[in-house]
């Protein structure tokens, strides 16, 4: 009997989203709020 | 005048030394112990082990940049603690053996006022027979290892060009293994190379985890906030994973590797073999096995450490059930239990206790992921306890103590899902507090508007400019210190 796992159920993303993923201009956008957010999240831990 | 000695040069012990000698005067010494010559940017060895990077891009030489900062540096492992000092030296002082050619086997005694314990990881091996470089699977733990794995991959890639099948196995080698984020980026890294390559069609890539789902990471879960409400991290990997067609062995403990066949039992007690031409399973950790003495010689390293050989803390070690675990049980300024100057920073630390469920088989077989601590924490906290110590260089035991309590900050974790400026794909991470703490952020554990995930080329580049911000800042060019941890 095998033990490996697939996972048939796992929401797979659409066409469109894989296309936002690659798209430069909106990952260059994505780039910036993900800098935001991270810089964000150090600053709230450092005491 | 102060002696600071600091044992590991890694990301804790190298912020803690760079910080340190940049708050005291030169009057004040800092020294840095550490085994090896070079500093290594870990999280890049993902892409040493692929055949992206070499080994000269993801580490330096310590010796000129501790030169140029002031700082004194030994090329040595600590072997004994004598926190009390000893008979011969009344002071307290280290142990340790030279690893530098020109010394190499010497021993010597460190004095110090303050010390630092960030000696990190010992990387495991033997804990799983076979595994290893030294046995029948590879690593990405060290540039070293990358080296040899990615020589090996090439390999793979060249009998797949030639029309073989050939099987990957990457994942973990141990029922308690930690940095699960690790093997989950050499996988992807991996299965991008082979789809570039035109070759993934006659590849296998099988993820073995003792994670009991994907996206658990050590971390008991993550549920990440989004627009359109709440997603576990395991709906976020498991997508990921079938994407990409990626198969998964889940709640798995390795018992052995031998050549071509790994070995394992699973949580519900069966057991199974997995043939592999390739496998990269990365070791359990444990403690640098440093002894500890009292002034009379009397062995107390198990007062000092904990039986994993990480440094006891200032955290609650009270066994407790899964179900009684407390945010408030980790420590929050790492001073050791029985010293009241010296501190573990990073990986040196023993945890209270894991933040996973543990499990065991029905044959009694652990199978628990360990908590990670990553470069961010592991930094964070080398400056807290750097900042404690100035603080206590200058005005004693008044000075104020610093705090970096892992159930009170957040980590980011990009883990890379293939490397390419134009086609690259990672998956960014971020968790707020990596501790989970229900009682403060209710059912999802953690602040759900801190706690993201997003996958894309964005995030690959925020690997890619990590990785140059922290060689930066580990080389102490100029404004350094303004890059956070």
Redesign the interface.
């Known amino acids: 009997m095998s033990?490996?796992?697939?996972?048939?159920?796992?929401?797979?993303?659409s066409d469109k989203e894989l296309r936002?993923?690659?798209?430069?201009v909106r990952?260059?956008?994505?780039?910036v709020v993900?800098?935001g957010?991270?810089?964000?999240?150090?600053?709230?831990?450092?005491? | 005048m102060a002696r600071t000695v600091i044992l590991g040069a890694g990301i804790a012990g190298h912020t803690a030394a760079l910080h340190l000698r940049r708050m005291l005067p030169k009057a004040h010494d800092v020294v840095v112990v550490s085994p090896n010559s070079k500093w290594n940017w870990i999280p890049s060895n993902i892409w040493v082990g692929i055949g992206r990077m070499t080994p000269e891009q993801v580490t330096f030489p310590l010796a000129p940049i501790y030169r140029r900062k002031g700082i004194e540096f030994h090329q040595a492992l600590a072997t004994e603690l004598h926190g009390d000092g000893s008979a011969e030296l009344p002071r307290p002082h280290v142990t340790v053996r030279y690893t530098d050619p020109a010394r190499q086997g010497q021993e010597a005694r460190l004095e110090y006022d303050y010390l630092v314990n960030a000696t990190g990881p010992k990387l495991n091996f033997g804990a799983t027979p076979g595994l290893g470089p030294d046995g029948h699977s590879w690593s990405v733990c060290t540039a070293g290892h990358a080296t040899d794995a990615a020589r090996a991959f090439a390999q793979v890639v060249g009998r797949l060009e030639a029309g073989d099948h050939q099987t990957l196995l990457i994942g973990m080698g141990h029922g308690t293994c930690t940095c699960q984020g690790a093997a989950f980026e050499y996988t992807f890294n991996a299965e991008h190379e082979l789809t570039k390559a035109g070759v993934r069609d006659r590849a296998e890539v099988?993820y073995i985890t003792n994670e009991v789902q994907?996206g658990d990471f050590g971390m008991d879960s993550m549920n990440f906030g989004t627009k359109r409400g709440i997603v576990p991290s395991h709906?976020f990997a498991?997508?990921l994973?079938?994407?990409r067609g990626v198969?998964?062995?889940?709640g798995?403990h390795v018992e052995r590797v031998e050549p071509g066949v790994v070995h394992y039992e699973?949580l519900d007690g069966?057991k199974?073999q997995?043939p592999f031409d390739f496998a990269m399973l990365l070791p359990p950790f444990r403690g640098a096995d440093l002894k500890a003495f009292d002034r009379e010689g009397a062995d107390i390293t198990s007062e000092v450490f904990a039986p994993s050989g990480f440094m006891k803390v200032d955290a609650d070690y009270t066994p407790k059930p899964y179900e009684e675990w407390r945010a408030s049980d980790w420590p929050r300024t790492y001073r050791s239990l029985r010293y009241d100057n010296v501190w573990a920073a990073g990986i040196a630390f023993a945890p209270p206790h894991p933040m996973s469920r543990p499990r065991t088989t029905p044959n009694g077989t652990a199978i628990a992921p360990a908590p990670p601590r990553t470069g961010?924490p592991s930094g964070?906290i080398g400056?807290?306890v750097a900042q404690t110590i100035a603080e206590r260089v200058r005005h004693g035991a008044a000075g104020k103590v610093?705090?970096?309590s892992m159930a009170?900050?957040?980590?980011?974790c990009i883990a890379s899902a293939g490397a390419g400026w134009?086609?690259g794909?990672a998956a960014?991470m971020?968790v707020?507090?990596i501790v989970p703490d229900p009682e403060k952020y209710g059912d999802a554990g953690r602040d759900t508007k801190?706690t993201?995930g997003?996958?894309?080329?964005?995030?690959h580049?925020?690997k890619a400019m990590l990785h140059y911000l922290f060689l930066y800042k580990a080389k102490a060019r100029p404004l350094w210190f303004l890059i956070?941890?």
């Open positions: 033990n490996l796992t697939t996972f048939p159920n796992a929401p797979l993303p936002a993923r690659r798209n430069v990952q260059a956008w994505r780039f993900l800098n957010k991270m810089l964000t999240m150090v600053t709230k831990g450092h005491h | 099988i994907l709906v498991e997508s994973f079938q994407e198969k998964a062995i889940m798995a699973l069966t199974g997995q961010m964070v400056r807290a610093h705090t970096a009170e900050m957040g980590a980011a134009l086609d794909k960014a971020t707020f507090p801190e993201f997003e996958i894309g080329l964005s995030a580049w925020m956070p941890e």
